[in-house]
């Protein structure tokens, strides 16, 4: 019987054993299957790909989508088609995998009107094996192309600009909003560009103006405009997109035409006006006048002058023409200084006049400047001269302009030769003769006669300026000067005579000459080479370089000779020795050193003879000839050379110079023999010295000589000399460019470089060009009659390191030829002429001038239908009336007409001139003015101030309205009353009567004022009226009280009728009326005109006006019934009268809604947002007291508080863990500090942190963006206001920009603006993504506003993510795909594992009731006890808060993409992980996933306290499905285990070897079974082995590692490599306790061979079908199993019924060492739990399939296979889930 309980019990672990292998290995097989339609690569689900528009049909759009599964051959396992596909611009080949643009037909266009800017469609896969269906999203950006040109929206563009205009003004906005130019493409190609280009029909346009910002095309003037130059400006503008290749770039041109109004820049201009050449100046004008001395005013006045005077404006198209200045002229200064005397000038008319008669004694002439100027103070006004000659007899002597003349000429110069007047001989002696009784610019017509040597020079006759010429020739060497006097005599008179001193110039006439002709001269043969033989001088009496000596010896010296060229001295030659008795016979020749051609000399003979030597030697120098180089600059005194000599005999020695220094330059010690400097040097006069110098000792033949050459170097001390003889006047033909103009040619005396000459001009570069030998020709064709001569300066420099330069300025003449038509003085001529002159009046001159020299002009009317109306004379240019002209005739209401005239040039051959003249027809007056009345009468105080009113004239004219003749204006007659035209005036328009002085007259007094009335009409028309005025008694004029009244403040609430003050005066028997008469216009006061009370009128508003002054009045009742009021100092007064201030304003929020953000990691008391509120009243009315009205908060928290007075809203809390939150309240302002008035706004303060925000990154410092940042938020307001109306810009930061690894460099040179924006729709932080998108996409635009605020090249660089969203990305990124699937596939093992540990724990607790029931046996000293029903677990205690998360906790949020993914996201504060979404089919239920080890430990120890289930196992048949029922235990609250990371199938591999083991199942009956399977409120736990699927690939063996069994992929894990623990190595080998619990009993020994056999069992069933395994379970049933030879006989046990919960049972040895060894590795089981192993190690050699298979194993809960099924409620949900069920309620699926 134990036997067969034993065969059971091996029976049934067996089959559950191998039931689970086939599950597990059934599973991983199908697992497979759901690979196919998966995407095989790695990164997002989404495929992105980017195409450019307009590509053509069939481009590749996806090469291959690397889905899992074949689409194609004879086995597809998947199945592809597109969704979504809308428009079908996509084609799908399901073989390749590959997408293609479907454009057949159509054009794929990302501009207008299509749009399409990507394309989104979804390819399907359908796994053909299991029938799951999977979408992949492929995105198909369409990316613009450069293929529309910009578009202006006007076809031409229109501005206008004033000439007075700045430069730098900008003078067109109208390419500003939409009015400029658009391109339709994106981006960078749709970006406009403005600049200006070339026009070519205005090539100054673009000179003239810019663009200088040319994204916003404002146009900038560049240059200064003048409207006399240019009136209108034709610019082209080029727009163009900024696309990045620069050649695919498109353009578009549109034209703007500026047109350049007149302003007033110019001052008047006197007529004649003749510009000066390249100007708008006039050349100066003279006017001329002529009056005879001492005539009288009345004879000469007015003065006539030539031409006459006239001055107009040269802003002639001012408008409007009301606009255009008047003229006035007047005497500016003049000479002699007491003119005023004399003359005065009309300061309209410009007449002259004169004032007394002149003596011409005392003034011979008056040279006057006039002066014309606008009469609106224009500050440029013009001058011209005026000069008047006194005309008078002569009375006068002549006289010499210079006391003495001083003259040159040269000793060479031919007869009639005129004198110079300087050493250079360049300019002639000028002799001025003048006579007082001439002008001084008019020949006198004197006769000079010379007082001496009258023979040699004489003087011209004639002219102003007088020449002297030579009579006979002239020899300085027999007279150098001349002195003689000349006398002027006007035929009545002579002059004082005036000395000249005329000084004959040197010339080359002289020859050298020696004093003697031949010289005897005896030498000694002991004479050395160098000894002085003879020196030898000769005399030339030029001077200079003309009597200059060189010496040379030109024959018989035989070379024993030689001679000094300079001093004429006579050595020894070098290396020579002379012979006694020879004799030598020299020829030697002196010239002097003038020009070659002009070069004298003469010749001597020296004879020599050689004598034997003396007996004495004479003194030696050490050497006969020295050379030595000097500077010219050298100072004076300088040591030059040591000459000293040495005597045989040691005799003094004397030096001298004996010759070469006759100006004595050189000094020479007589003792000790030092040359030095004596004299300055010149090496231009002198520039090489040969110095003889001897020495001697006393004796007559004790001398020797030696020569000194002494060059001078040269330095730059002289400048360039022209050469005077060359001609300075030139001419030149005008309109021919390059014609030569003369030749210039200077010298330079200094040597090398410093004597090269250079030339340039020194002015009118742009005119002329000179060469380098100084021919001057025309640059460009010149002008005669811009300018017809030129003064061209010539500069010649040399070519020193510092050069010198001196000019030469030629006069050049520029010969005219016809080239110009003759040109009116003005092009249009506007004349007024009135109806019915009759015919032959002369209305106006025209006048045309021929720049052309000998021009004749002569005029003509070019219109023929007007020749009937007017004549031109054809010379004078007179235009007449031919007949009247009648207004009436007209029809048009201003009568006119216009006609063409010409002129042009009788002899000359070019086109005549034209002209337009508009003669304007005038209307004449015909009506006067009529005045209302004839007598007007006024009454005044005797004491009225100046402009006192007294009454008022009114006049008519019966003219049509509208013209000048039916304008009125008064004025007063002076002529029949003067005086009282002296004391009273009318005003001119108004016709008021007022006084002119402070009057101080006599009361009663009546005056008469005739007033004169008159029109601007033409003729003028008057007509008079007489006003009698009354002077008034002082007793009947009222006097106030006081000169001033200040009432009490009023109130601005007074209402009408309130009293301000009362004012009084009095007047004897009179009844005074009170009245308001100035200060009172808006009527806000009142005044009862008979008690002086003044009231309030209307309503006060101090706001508007603080204060009034009133001016009151106090007439008498007489008067004032007479209407004839009288103002005088006493009857008027000032009234002052202050408002005072009330609080009738309440304050006013600048806002009606502010919004704000604060963050959440934000302080106590961090400042949020500033609110100010205004008000209109003043004092303590406008000072504001701010509270808050905040609703509830939780926990009674207040959120925020604001500063009483300063408006400033701070936190009141922390704001943790409230991202998204947001706070709406009111803040009320009351102003008097809070008592007064109030007003409220509304506030929304949203919670945000850093996920919300962008950085803004600028190039300029964080300074200036705090400074100007209010301005910058109000444009990023206006940019983020176009995508979402009303959102707010709220400034997070301000700091230095942070770059570089993590950044955490900082550069102060550049900012980090972090800002965030706030929606008011939502009330919460507008996406950070969406903030990017608005502001980047306006990058541009942004940049332009801020340009003004950052300054030059100030510019915003990037927006870019904050640091701590970035860092908390790139940790987010590190995870990847792949570890997110894995910590999945974790989760779902570890949720399918949940099912084997309750398996192995019902398992163990049957095992256990199972052996005690077996065993009965009482050798176990402390039996386990039965299996008792778990008290039911306690309700979960809630779990501890957990901690604040980290900064950037909740910024997993915004990772990833979420509209891919579609995550849910947890809310904020969760401790979840988020994991991929999946089908329950794919990865089960995810609840969550604690990271808190504590936590773990405390829910375990709660689910040890759980009931643990019942779990009853019966013996499977064949086909059948083993099942094992777990009791459902008691309902409890659902609580969140955190899940350990142990090793499951490990354990539950022991669990079952132990089952196997130990053969403690039972062998239940049928009904039993059928019993709890009807058992309501079960779990069902189905263990299922397939047959087909139970392959030996899939089995692992029992030695394997347990850490095998945790892998969730092949090359990645969550868990990290750890060491093998205790039971792997258990599994591998039998543990200590095993082999020391075993007894040598025949029981212990039958048992470990029963445990080796289930050992065998258990891999048989892992390499056979499930069938083969339950056949041999049924045979061992059926027979008794065969034992081995060693197991003892086993004692035989009564079966028992299964014991009860209370029930103890006894083991004997053997079960007790089996149950020891139970108990040990379940122990080591739960130890390795607790440690929480984390080791994943490397599969066995034998195991790679399983380890190749270990992420299909996760995905299906293990190997082990197992699945829990969904629960249900009753059985017959249960049977429909079990098709092979049987009628008896068994599964026989298997």
């Known amino acids: 019987m134990l036997q067969q309980c034993y065969l059971w019990k091996w029976l049934a672990s067996g089959i559950i054993l191998g039931a689970l292998f086939a599950l597990c290995f059934g599973q991983y097989d199908d697992d497979w299957q759901y690979e196919d339609c998966k995407l095989a690569r790695g990164g997002p689900p989404a495929t992105i790909v980017a195409i450019d528009e307009e590509s053509r049909n069939g481009t590749i759009l996806v090469d291959n989508m690397l889905i899992k599964g074949t689409a194609g051959g004879p086995d597809p396992t998947i199945e592809l088609s597109l969704k979504d596909n809308v428009d079908y611009w996509v084609l799908l080949d399901p073989v390749k995998q590959m997408l293609f643009l479907n454009s057949t037909g159509r054009v794929l266009d990302r501009d207008p009107p299509m749009n399409i800017h990507s394309i989104v469609v979804q390819v399907q896969c359908i796994n053909k094996k299991v029938g799951t269906v999977i979408y992949h999203e492929v995105r198909i950006v369409v990316r613009d192309r450069n293929d529309n040109s910009p578009t202006f929206k006007h076809d031409s563009y229109y501005a206008t600009v004033n000439e007075l205009t700045p430069v730098g003004t900008t003078i067109f906005t109208g390419f500003s909003g939409d009015n400029g130019a658009t391109d339709i493409d994106d981006g960078p190609n749709g970006q406009i560009e403005y600049v200006i280009q070339y026009n070519p029909d205005d090539p100054t346009s673009n000179d003239t103006f810019e663009i200088p910002l040319m994204l916003t095309g404002n146009v900038v003037l560049r240059k200064r405009l003048n409207y006399e130059d240019k009136t209108r400006y034709f610019v082209i503008i080029q727009a163009n997109d900024r696309a990045q290749n620069l050649n695919e770039r498109r353009t ?178 000028r002799i001025v003769a003048l006579d007082k009784d001439i002008e001084d610019t008019k020949d006198p017509e004197l006769h000079l006669f010379l007082n001496d040597y009258t023979s040699v020079f004489t003087v011209t006759q004639t002219g102003i300026t007088r020449y002297l010429t030579l009579l006979q020739p002239v020899d300085r060497e027999e007279q150098q000067t001349y002195t003689f006097s000349i006398t002027a005599f006007d035929g009545v008179q002579e002059s004082e005579p005036v000395i000249v001193n005329i000084r004959v110039m040197d010339a080359n006439d002289n020859t050298p000459t020696f004093p003697e002709i031949s010289y005897d001269v005896y030498v000694y043969t002991d004479m050395s080479p160098g000894d002085s033989v003879i020196q030898l001088t000769a005399v030339d009496a030029d001077e200079g370089p003309n009597g200059e000596i060189t010496y040379d010896i030109l024959v018989g010296a035989q070379g024993d000779f030689a001679i000094n060229r300079t001093s004429g001295l006579v050595t020894v030659a070098p290396g020579r020795a002379l012979t006694v008795g020879r004799t030598y016979a020299l020829t030697v020749q002196a010239a002097d050193n003038a020009p070659p051609a002009e070069r004298r000399h003469s010749i001597c003979t020296v004879y020599i003879e050689v004598l034997p030597p003396n007996n004495q030697s004479p003194p030696r120098f050490p050497q006969l000839m020295y050379s030595l180089e000097i500077s010219e600059a050298m100072r004076i005194g300088a040591v030059l050379l040591n000459l000293q000599a040495t005597d045989r005999e040691g005799d003094p020695i004397t030096y001298a110079i004996e010759n070469g220094d006759p100006q004595r330059v050189f000094n020479l010690s007589e003792t000790t023999g030092i040359l030095t400097l004596g004299k300055a040097l010149d090496r231009e006069s002198t520039d090489r010295y040969i110095l003889i110098v001897t020495a001697s000792d006393g004796r007559p033949d004790g001398t020797s000589t030696a020569t000194v050459n002494v060059v001078v170097t040269d330095v730059n001390d002289n400048a360039p000399m022209f050469d005077p003889y060359l001609p300075r006047n030139l001419s030149v033909v005008e309109e021919e460019a390059n014609a030569f103009v003369g030749q210039v040619r200077a010298t330079d005396p200094d040597a090398g470089i410093n004597g090269q000459v250079h030339y340039s001009l020194g002015n009118f570069n742009n005119l002329f060009r000179i060469t380098s030998n100084g021919s001057i020709y025309t640059a460009v064709k010149l002008n005669r009659e811009v300018r017809d001569s030129y003064q061209l300066v010539v500069v010649a420099t040399d070519g020193a390191v510092h050069p010198r330069h001196s000019t030469l300025t030629l006069a050049i003449k520029v010969l005219d030829i016809d080239d110009n038509s003759p040109v009116f003085t003005n092009s249009t001529y506007t004349v007024v002429v009135e109806e019915n002159l009759p015919a032959g009046t002369t209305f106006l001159q025209i006048e045309a001038k021929d720049v052309d020299l000998g021009a004749n002009v002569s005029y003509r009317i070019r219109s023929p239908e007007v020749k009937h109306f007017f004549a031109l004379h054809p010379f004078t240019g007179e235009l007449s009336l031919l007949r009247s002209l009648d207004y009436e005739s007209f029809p048009e209401q201003e009568a006119s007409i216009t006609f063409l005239v010409e002129a042009f040039d009788i002899y000359g051959t070019m086109p005549p001139g034209i002209a337009t003249v508009t003669v304007i027809v005038k209307d004449m007056n015909d009506y006067p003015p009529v005045f209302s009345k004839r007598i007007y009468k006024g009454m005044v105080a005797p004491d009225a101030v100046k402009g006192t009113p007294i009454t008022t004239v009114y006049a008519e004219d019966a003219d049509p309205p509208g013209l000048p003749a039916s304008r009125v204006r008064y004025r007063v007659d002076d002529v029949q009353f003067p005086y009282p035209a002296s004391i009273f005036d009318v005003e001119e328009d108004s016709g008021r009567v007022i006084t002119r002085v402070n009057l101080n007259e006599e009361p009663t007094t009546i005056f008469k004022l005739v007033v004169v009335a008159f029109d601007d009409g033409e003729p003028v028309m008057s007509s008079s009226a007489t006003v009698k005025i009354l002077v008034l008694h002082p007793g009947e004029i009222p006097r106030f009280t006081q000169e001033e009244y200040r009432p009490p403040p009023v109130s601005e609430l007074a209402t009408r009728g309130t009293m301000v003050g009362v004012i009084s005066a009095a007047a004897i028997n009179q009844s005074i009326v009170y009245s308001i008469v100035a200060g009172n216009e808006e009527d806000m006061f009142g005044i009862n005109n008979i008690t002086g009370v003044i009231y309030v009128n209307a309503p006060l508003d101090y706001e508007t006006r603080t204060s009034y002054v009133l001016r009151v009045q106090a007439d008498s009742l007489e008067v004032v019934l007479a209407n004839l009021r009288v103002p005088s100092k006493s009857n008027t007064a000032k009234v002052y009268i202050e408002i005072q201030d009330e609080n009738d304003h309440p304050p006013v929020f600048q806002k009606k809604f502010y919004i704000g953000g604060v963050s959440e990691d934000a302080r106590m008391f961090t400042s949020v947002l500033r609110v100010k509120a205004t008000d209109k009243d003043t004092g303590n009315y406008s000072a504001m007291a701010y509270r808050l009205i905040i609703p509830p908060i939780k926990e009674g928290k207040e959120g925020f508080v604001v500063e009483t007075y300063t408006g400033l809203i701070k936190t009141a809390m922390l704001f943790h863990n409230m991202r998204r939150s947001y706070f709406k309240f009111q803040v009320i302002a009351t102003d008097n500090y809070g008592q007064g008035l109030s007003g409220k706004a509304d506030v929304l303060v949203s919670v945000v942190n850093q996920l919300d925000m962008q950085v803004i990154v600028s190039n300029v410092p964080p300074t200036l963006v705090e400074k100007k940042i209010e301005d910058l938020t109000e444009i990023l307001d206006r940019y983020v206001q176009e995508q979402i109306p009303g959102a707010k810009v709220v400034v997070e930061s301000i700091g230095a920009r942070r770059h570089g690894d993590a950044f955490s460099l900082e550069d102060y040179t550049k900012c980090d603006l972090t800002v965030y924006a706030i929606d008011p729709q939502t009330n919460r932080a507008i996406d950070r993504n969406e903030l990017f998108k608005f502001l980047d996409g306006k990058l541009l635009d942004i940049n332009k506003d801020f340009q003004p605020h950052y300054g030059e090249g100030g510019r915003i660089l990037e927006i870019r993510t904050p640091e701590a969203v970035t860092s908390i990305k790139k940790r987010g990124e590190s995870l990847g795909y792949t570890e997110g699937a894995l910590l999945a596939l974790a989760f779902i093992i570890i949720l399918c594992c949940i099912p084997a540990i309750l398996v192995v724990l019902v398992s163990y607790r049957q095992f256990k009731v199972r052996q005690a029931e077996c065993t009965k046996t009482a050798r176990i000293q402390s039996a386990l006890p039965a299996a008792k029903p778990a008290a039911p677990a306690p309700a979960p205690v809630a779990a501890p808060p957990p901690p604040p998360p980290p900064p950037g906790a909740h910024l997993y949020e915004e990772l990833g993409d979420s509209t891919m993914h579609k995550y849910e996201m947890p809310q904020y504060g969760s401790r979840r992980r988020l994991l991929p979404p999946a089908g329950p089919e794919e990865y089960g239920e995810v609840v969550g996933e604690a990271e808190e080890e504590e936590e773990y430990e405390e829910e375990e120890e709660k689910a040890k306290k759980i009931k643990k289930p019942k779990v009853e196992i019966r013996e499977p048949s064949e086909e ?110 039998p543990s200590e306790e095993e082999e020391s619990s075993t007894p040598e009993s025949e029981e212990s020994e039958s048992t470990e061979s029963e445990g080796e056999k289930a050992r065998k069992n258990i891999f048989l069933a892992r390499r056979r079908p499930v069938v083969e395994e339950v056949k041999e379970v049924k045979s061992r049933k059926k027979g008794p199993p065969e034992e081995p030879e060693e197991e003892p006989p086993v004692e035989e046990e009564k079966e028992e019924e299964e014991p009860t919960a209370g029930e103890e049972s006894e083991l004997g040895p053997a079960e007790e060492a089996v149950a020891l060894e139970a108990t040990e590795e379940a122990s080591t089981e739960s130890a390795s739990v607790e440690r929480g192993v984390d080791s994943e190690e490397e599969s066995e050699p034998g195991s790679s399939g399983s380890s190749s298979s270990s992420s299909s194993e996760s995905q299906s809960g293990g190997p082990w296979g197992f699945q829990v099924p969904p629960y249900a409620n009753s059985r017959d949900a249960r049977r429909e889930r079990s098709p092979g069920t049987s009628s008896e309620g068994y599964n026989t699926a298997l």
Not at 1543 to 1552: A, E, S, T
Not at 1568 to 1591: G, I, M, N, V
Request: proline share 9%.
């Open 252 to 429: 578009t041109t549109t034209t703007l035409t500026v047109d350049i109004l007149d302003g007033d820049d110019l001052g008047p201009m006197f007529l004649p006006c003749v510009l000066v050449p390249n100007t708008r100046d006039c050349r100066p004008l003279t006017y001329q006048a002529a009056i005879p001395e001492l005539r009288t005013p009345e004879e000469l006045n007015p003065i006539i002058v030539t031409p006459p005077i006239q001055a107009v404006d040269q802003d002639r198209n001012i408008q409007p023409p009301s606009d255009r200045p008047g003229i006035l002229y007047s005497i500016l200064v003049g000479t002699p200084e007491d003119y005023p005397r004399f003359f005065q000038m009309h300061p309209r008319t410009a007449e002259l006049s004169l004032l007394e008669p002149v003596n011409r004694d005392f003034h011979q002439k008056f040279d006057l400047v006039i002066k014309a100027e606008q009469d609106n103070g224009h500050p440029l006004p013009a001058f011209a001269s005026l000069h008047i000659e006194i005309l008078d007899e002569n009375n006068q002597s002549p006289y010499f302009t210079m006391p003495s003349y001083q003259g040159y000429i040269l000793e060479s110069a031919p007869v009639g030769a005129t004198i110079s007047d300087s050493l250079n001989l360049t300019t002639p002696l």
């Open 1520 to 1629: 059948e499905e083993v099942v094992v029922t777990i009791e459902k235990p008691p309902p409890a609250e659902p609580t969140y285990t955190t899940w350990k990371r142990a090793r499951i199938f490990p354990m539950i591999f022991k669990k079952v070897r132990g089952l196997a083991d130990r053969r403690a199942l039972a062998d239940l009956e049928g009904e039993e079974w059928q019993r709890r399977l009807e058992e309501a409120e079960k779990d069902y736990l189905k263990l299922t082995l397939d047959q087909e699927e139970a392959t030996e690939s899939t089995v692992e063996s029992e030695e394997e590692s347990s850490s095998d069994y945790t892998e969730y992929s092949e090359e990645e894990s969550e868990f990290s490599e750890s060491e093998t623990t205790e039971e792997e190595s258990e599994s591998e080998t």
